[in-house]
């Protein structure tokens, strides 16, 4: 049944690539660049195109180009296949000039419509002058091993960490984002050991999704050129008045870099494994001026701080009857720090009993701040009839936009409660107190009293005709189990079936495990996992061990299985290029994704080997 599941499965990648889906053509090029530095811009679009119209390229020259490229990816996420197609034409230009110059919007035909990617803007910074390559050792961070650093850039290793405020100065309760990002010279970035993130004291902080992999762009830092990695983001409301220090991030640096003396023979030069340099690095200590709020704050202000509040207020219906329970639904929404925003003071009259406001947040957190909606929900129960009027309720705020407090009123609220048909009665609710109420759903209703009127029967389920058949059908489920547990045992201890039937299965998850490989990057991780998935899947159909299986032995057995010449020499091929990956320089992404589609194909060929 599995092997049928999984020859449906390739078989559908052939037909998922075309369906009706947004067409998303966009430009990519670095942020900044130096002069005289020639670098790519890429025109990407998830559809064939028919007609590219190329973009005015303004200051730069194109050096290069254009050039189209198109790729076919697939992933296999717990079971679920999917397939993406891109289409790319690429430039390599070089920057003549500084300044920040723009490159023009470019466009294309897809399926007879237009599209237009959005115009570049690309800072260009005076070129670096020629750095040293002759550091000398740079010492380690305390309490760890010393490791050789000779002949190491300088620009190698310079690296640091800042934390950027988007605001200098807030008032009490106004929100300001913190980002933290990374600045290095070269993408050599290997992990980051003893981490230490600030604690913000004085401030209530929350994070903001920051990406889960480091993503690196280039930027201007003092006339040279960084690369720079976001690490983490909160969006912050200070508590408290005064200059509130921010704890530096603190982090030991591992960075891979190579060795820059001259090799000696050819061989040096391909075989060169990168050195593991460790940096300390800490940001600068930071200070925020938070300004207290004004002094002439009224009553009804209870520390809620924004802009563009709206209060509501209703009755879950327009009429009740008396001791008939029913809710007032408070909403308040607006931008701000809407988890601090307390429950509002509603003035009920003195005939409504109140009970434990149920509130619900439904706010978002994004890099603009906290907006959304926050709703109170206060459960009441009218004890007498009558025309009831319930005053306006008030919300205040400071609104840092004005720059003064704000108060929002409701609609005045009006009930109007019917004589209760049960009053007088001997179970009338009106004498019972608040520890009957029982809440069901959205709604509070009394547990009424009634006479209870019990039935005695006398019925025994033993010696029935029901009591003999569930008997026979428990002992025929037993043998049946018994059985199937039986055979299983069998089938499992004959280790070369087990191989076989699980061969198919232990491949897919290989290839699962290069996939995420391909989609990180790592180049060396991914052919080693291709190049295991494709052995271990021969060892497994054929029987034999890993040690006994050779190129020879390969053709041999998919000879026996009666499969194709050109299938066995594809599949020979692919062994070769994991082969020689591992000793080649790191290969491409279009090169690595070839790869992990044909060796999804040719295993697909021999699942019933």
Same mark, same amino acid.
């Given at each position: 049944?599995?092997k049928?599941v999984?020859? $449906?499965?390739?078989?559908?990648?052939s $037909?998922?690539g075309?369906r009706a889906?947004?067409?998303?053509?966009?430009?990519?090029?670095?942020?900044a660049?130096?002069?005289?530095e020639?670098?790519?811009?890429?025109?990407n679009v998830n559809?064939?195109l028919n007609?590219? @119209?190329?973009?005015?390229?303004?200051?730069?020259?194109?050096?290069?180009?254009?050039?189209?490229?198109?790729?076919?990816?697939?992933?296999?996420i717990?079971?679920q296949? *999917?397939?993406?197609?891109?289409?790319?034409?690429?430039?390599v230009?070089?920057?003549?000039?500084? %300044?920040?110059?723009q490159?023009?919007a470019? %466009?294309?035909?897809?399926n007879?419509?237009?599209?237009? *990617?959005?115009?570049?803007t690309?800072?260009?910074v005076?070129?670096?002058?020629?750095q040293?390559n002759?550091?000398?050792?740079?010492a380690a961070p305390?309490g760890?091993?010393?490791e050789?650093?000779?002949?190491? !850039?300088?620009?190698?290793t310079?690296?640091?960490?800042?934390?950027?405020?988007?605001?200098?100065?807030?008032?009490?309760?106004?929100?300001?984002?913190a980002t933290?990002?990374?600045?290095?010279?070269?993408?050599?970035?290997?992990g980051?050991? &003893?981490?230490?993130?600030?604690?913000?004291?004085?401030?209530?902080?929350?994070?903001?999704e920051?990406?889960?992999q480091?993503q690196f762009?280039?930027?201007?830092?003092?006339?040279?050129?960084y690369?720079t990695?976001?690490?983490?983001r909160?969006i912050?409301?200070p508590?408290?008045?005064?200059a509130?220090?921010?704890?530096?991030?603190?982090?030991?640096?591992?960075?891979?870099?190579? &060795?820059?003396?001259?090799?000696r023979?050819?061989?040096?030069?391909?075989?060169d494994?990168?050195q593991?340099?460790?940096k300390?690095i800490k940001?600068p200590?930071?200070?925020v001026q938070? !300004?207290?709020?004004p002094? +002439?704050?009224p009553?009804?202000?209870? %520390?809620?701080?924004?802009?563009?509040?709206?209060?509501?207020?209703?009755?879950n219906?327009?009429?009740?009857?008396?001791?008939?329970?029913?809710?007032?639904?408070?909403?308040?929404?607006?931008?701000? &720090?809407?988890k601090?925003?307390?429950t509002?003071?509603?003035?009920?009259?003195?005939?409504?009993?109140?009970?434990?406001?149920?509130? *619900?947040d439904?706010?978002?957190?994004?890099?603009? %701040?906290i907006s959304?909606?926050?709703?109170?929900e206060?459960?009441?129960i009218?004890r007498s009839?009558?025309?009831?009027?319930?005053?306006?309720?008030?919300?205040?705020?400071?609104?840092i936009?004005?720059?003064?407090?704000v108060?929002?009123? !409701?609609?005045?609220?009006?009930?109007?409660?019917?004589?209760?048909?049960?009053?007088?009665?001997?179970?009338?609710?009106?004498?019972?107190?608040?520890?009957?109420v029982?809440?069901l759903? +959205?709604?509070?209703h009394?547990?009424?009293?009634s006479?209870?009127?019990?039935?005695?029967?006398n019925?025994?389920?033993?010696g029935t @005709?029901?009591?003999?058949l569930? $008997?026979?059908?428990?002992?025929?489920?037993?043998?049946?189990l018994?059985y199937?547990?039986?055979?299983?045992?069998k089938?499992s201890?004959?280790?070369?079936?087990?191989?076989?039937?699980?061969?198919?299965?232990?491949?897919?998850?290989?290839?699962?495990t290069?996939?995420?490989?391909?989609?990180?990057?790592?180049?060396?991780?991914f052919?080693?996992?291709v190049?295991?998935?494709?052995?271990?899947?021969l060892?497994?159909?054929?029987g034999l061990?890993?040690?006994?299986?050779?190129?020879d032995?390969v053709?041999?057995?998919m000879?026996?299985?009666?499969?194709k010449e050109?299938?066995?020499?594809?599949?020979?091929q692919?062994?070769?290029?994991c082969e020689y990956?591992?000793?080649?320089?790191?290969?491409?992404?279009?090169?690595?994704?070839?790869?992990?589609?044909?060796?999804?194909?040719v295993?697909?060929?021999?699942?019933e080997?």
């Amino acid at each position: 049944m599995m092997k049928r599941v999984f020859i $449906f499965v390739i078989a559908l990648l052939s $037909f998922t690539g075309i369906r009706a889906e947004t067409v998303n053509f966009t430009a990519s090029a670095p942020r900044a660049v130096a002069v005289g530095e020639a670098f790519r811009i890429s025109f990407n679009v998830n559809a064939n195109l028919n007609n590219f @119209t190329p973009p005015d390229f303004g200051g730069f020259s194109v050096m290069a180009g254009p050039s189209n490229s198109s790729s076919t990816s697939v992933q296999i996420i717990n079971g679920q296949t *999917t397939q993406t197609f891109m289409m790319s034409v690429t430039y390599v230009l070089q920057a003549t000039q500084e %300044g920040k110059l723009q490159i023009g919007a470019a %466009g294309a035909t897809v399926n007879g419509q237009t599209y237009q *990617t959005q115009p570049v803007t690309i800072e260009v910074v005076k070129a670096n002058a020629p750095q040293n390559n002759n550091t000398q050792n740079q010492a380690a961070p305390q309490g760890q091993p010393a490791e050789s650093h000779q002949n190491i !850039s300088a620009d190698e290793t310079d690296a640091f960490v800042r934390i950027h405020f988007n605001k200098s100065t807030v008032v009490q309760g106004e929100p300001m984002n913190a980002t933290i990002k990374l600045y290095t010279r070269q993408m050599n970035i290997a992990g980051f050991e &003893n981490i230490k993130f600030p604690v913000f004291n004085g401030f209530w902080s929350q994070d903001i999704e920051s990406p889960q992999q480091l993503q690196f762009q280039r930027e201007n830092v003092n006339g040279k050129l960084y690369y720079t990695a976001l690490l983490r983001r909160y969006i912050l409301y200070p508590q408290q008045s005064g200059a509130l220090k921010i704890d530096p991030f603190e982090a030991t640096c591992t960075m891979q870099v190579r &060795n820059n003396q001259q090799p000696r023979n050819i061989f040096d030069s391909f075989f060169d494994t990168p050195q593991q340099v460790r940096k300390q690095i800490k940001s600068p200590a930071s200070t925020v001026q938070v !300004s207290p709020l004004p002094g +002439n704050a009224p009553a009804s202000f209870k %520390g809620s701080v924004g802009t563009n509040f709206r209060i509501t207020a209703a009755f879950n219906r327009d009429s009740s009857i008396a001791n008939d329970a029913l809710s007032l639904v408070v909403k308040i929404s607006g931008e701000g &720090n809407m988890k601090l925003v307390e429950t509002p003071k509603v003035n009920f009259p003195p005939h409504f009993e109140a009970y434990d406001v149920k509130v *619900t947040d439904n706010s978002k957190t994004s890099a603009a %701040g906290i907006s959304g909606t926050k709703q109170f929900e206060y459960p009441v129960i009218p004890r007498s009839e009558g025309s009831f009027d319930i005053p306006a309720i008030e919300f205040t705020y400071f609104d840092i936009n004005k720059k003064q407090y704000v108060t929002i009123r !409701s609609k005045d609220l009006h009930l109007g409660v019917a004589k209760d048909p049960n009053a007088g009665s001997a179970t009338n609710v009106a004498n019972i107190n608040r520890q009957t109420v029982k809440t069901l759903n +959205n709604d509070i209703h009394y547990i009424k009293a009634s006479k209870l009127h019990l039935h005695a029967k006398n019925f025994l389920f033993f010696g029935t @005709t029901g009591y003999y058949l569930l $008997f026979v059908l428990l002992f025929a489920l037993f043998v049946i189990l018994y059985y199937s547990f039986k055979n299983h045992l069998k089938k499992s201890q004959d280790v070369v079936r087990v191989r076989h039937r699980k061969a198919n299965k232990i491949a897919q998850h290989r290839l699962k495990t290069a996939g995420q490989y391909l989609k990180d990057g790592n180049s060396n991780n991914f052919y080693d996992e291709v190049s295991r998935a494709l052995w271990g899947f021969l060892s497994d159909k054929s029987g034999l061990t890993i040690a006994d299986l050779s190129r020879d032995a390969v053709r041999e057995t998919m000879q026996r299985k009666n499969a194709k010449e050109e299938d066995i020499n594809a599949y020979l091929q692919i062994l070769d290029e994991c082969e020689y990956a591992r000793y080649a320089p790191g290969a491409g992404r279009v090169e690595m994704e070839k790869t992990y589609n044909d060796a999804i194909a040719v295993i697909s060929k021999f699942v019933e080997l």
